[in-house]
């Protein structure tokens, strides 16, 4: 697997994509445009919030028909959630604005939003800014600007790979800062492969990698309305369509997963007022699920969270996560290490030189803390960040 450092969302052969400022936010980039010039297959999963967004719902109703689509029409600074029937005409109205402009069938047009709930879109500024999208270009960047909302950076990954002698890339995009708590998707996720693909493999794979990667971070425990991660595959370069039986299948399946990991570890790293990115590794357990529950409680804690930020390596506060997380372990058999630092062995405390030790490490931005269960042979990861005062601030003002 060849890492494209310059490699962005558009760079998967036939694909094309733009973005520009429509007027949604004051200042900044808040419409964008994937397109294939050749129909790929698409799956996507969605939040498990019961308030869903009107864009998750079009979508929806694209996908039901095939799962074939040609674009993805996206605007940032604005859900478009929880307005109403004039919402839904509204993701309906954009993804019929965006079919007329390339000459594609509706159902080839998926549609997303992010960013203030409860307020109506303006849709002829969305309008006009479909309109002018430009889908020759290759405006990676520009795309990756306009899905953001509160995020201090891009998040984009992009690798390629060879299958059946033929060169295929695999690149992805994120957007996500806060409201995060993923289940079965997560903030904006979009990955986009030149590869050719079974379509019903394609979702069980998107599925199966979300589970390990996107569902395995959480910021403040908040699960979006707007949550969905969708891959689009054009089959442009040109390998044998992949199945369950490709021999190659598994040299896929690792840059699928390797994109969607490093999505998830930016979005933890650029979490709402992040000054650290917490890495959880838990093994030792019965069940993969238990491993990956446990790391996820343990980073998910806001006492754990505070700690961090604080540079206290408060142990008690990790071993408290992992016994209320709800899966069996032995309370005599726990060790804990905090960036390489064991604090706790067999459940007791190690003695160490705090100032020498451990305070040098918790210095660091990014911080590695190790459960072992000693229990089985599984093994689960998470990913967050800490909890600063600058979240508190943003939040508290996040409308004015």
Request: negative net charge.
């Amino acid at each position: 697997m060849q890492i494209r450092h310059e490699g962005h969302i558009a760079t998967p052969l036939g694909f094309y994509t733009d973005g520009l400022h429509a007027g949604l936010k004051r200042f900044k980039k808040d419409i964008g445009l994937i397109y294939s010039d050749v129909p790929a297959q698409t799956a996507a999963v969605y939040t498990q919030n019961y308030f869903k967004g009107a864009p998750i719902t079009v979508t929806q109703a694209s996908l039901a028909t095939s799962s074939l689509t040609q674009a993805l029409i996206v605007n940032s600074g604005n859900a478009n959630t929880c307005t109403g029937k004039k919402g839904i005409a509204d993701a309906y109205a954009m993804r019929a604005a965006t079919a007329a402009k390339l000459q594609l069938p509706v159902d080839y047009v998926t549609v997303a939003s992010t960013g203030v709930i409860g307020v109506p879109l303006n849709l002829p500024r969305v309008l006009d800014g479909i309109a002018q999208l430009d889908e020759t270009q290759s405006n990676g960047h520009g795309f990756q600007e306009a899905i953001l909302t509160t995020d201090k950076a891009v998040k984009s990954v992009c690798v390629t790979i060879e299958l059946d002698g033929q060169t295929v890339t695999v690149a992805g995009v994120a957007k996500g800062s806060g409201m995060i708590n993923p289940n079965m998707a997560t903030l904006l996720g979009f990955i986009t492969t030149d590869a050719a693909i079974e379509g019903v493999y394609l979702d069980k794979l998107l599925r199966q990698t979300i589970e390990r990667s996107f569902n395995q971070i959480t910021i403040d425990g908040d699960t979006s309305t707007n949550d969905m991660v969708l891959v689009m595959a054009n089959g442009r370069a040109g390998n044998d369509i992949l199945c369950a039986n490709h021999p190659q299948i598994l040299q896929f399946k690792a840059a699928l997963m390797y994109v969607c990991e490093q999505l998830s570890k930016k979005v933890a790293a650029d979490g709402e007022g992040a000054t650290k990115l917490i890495e959880v590794n838990v093994t030792g357990a019965l069940q993969q699920t238990d491993a990956r529950l446990i790391a996820k409680k343990v980073v998910g804690s806001n006492l754990v969270k505070a700690a961090f930020f604080g540079e206290d390596g408060n142990w008690g506060r990790i071993i408290d996560a992992i016994g209320y997380a709800g899966v069996p372990i032995n309370p005599d058999t726990v060790d804990i290490a905090i960036s390489g630092v064991t604090v706790l062995k067999n459940s007791e405390p190690v003695i160490i030189d705090e100032a020498r030790d451990l305070t040098p490490v918790l210095k660091a931005h990014d911080i590695t803390i190790a459960v072992e269960l000693h229990l089985g042979n599984e093994a689960g990861t998470a990913w967050g960040c800490d909890l600063s005062y600058e979240y508190v601030k943003i939040n508290a003002a996040y409308r004015t």
